[in-house]
């Protein structure tokens, strides 16, 4: 069993800052690819940035140069600072990771359950 736990979500003025943590636990012999989405009411769920085991990043173009993800591969931890935030980037931020249980064995995909972003103007 797997799970994923965010935490950092809350209320911000626009112009602000957060930081978003996830934690990754449970029979894990590695994590490939992490990941933030967040969806806002409405709306579909969108990719916000992902990294590689390496370190590779994406992001998707609405945060490029106001967001930054990291991660600690001997903690299974990801974070995601986030800073002049705006309206916009309200939404329930998710994270996700795509996790192999056994050396050699399949990659499994798995969600947390969700942390809220409200930026207020």
């Known amino acids: 069993q797997v799970q994923l736990v965010e935490s950092g979500g809350g209320l911000v003025q626009a112009g602000g800052s957060l930081r978003l943590s996830c934690a990754a636990s449970?029979?894990?012999?590695?994590?490939?690819?992490m990941g933030w989405y967040r969806q806002a009411p409405g709306k579909q769920r969108e990719l916000v940035a992902d990294?590689?085991?390496?370190?590779?990043?994406n992001y998707a173009d609405s945060v490029k140069g106001r967001f930054t993800i990291s991660r600690d591969n001997a903690k299974n931890m990801m974070d995601l600072q986030m800073n002049s935030l705006k309206p916009e980037d309200t939404a329930v931020y998710y994270c996700?990771?795509?996790?192999?249980?056994?050396?050699?064995?399949?990659?499994?995909?798995?969600w947390g359950q969700g942390t809220q972003v409200t930026v207020s103007s």
């Open positions: 996700r990771g795509r996790v192999v249980v056994t050396r050699g064995g399949p990659t499994y995909m798995y």
């Open positions: 449970g029979s894990i012999f590695s994590i490939n690819s």
């Open positions: 990294i590689t085991s390496g370190g590779s990043t």
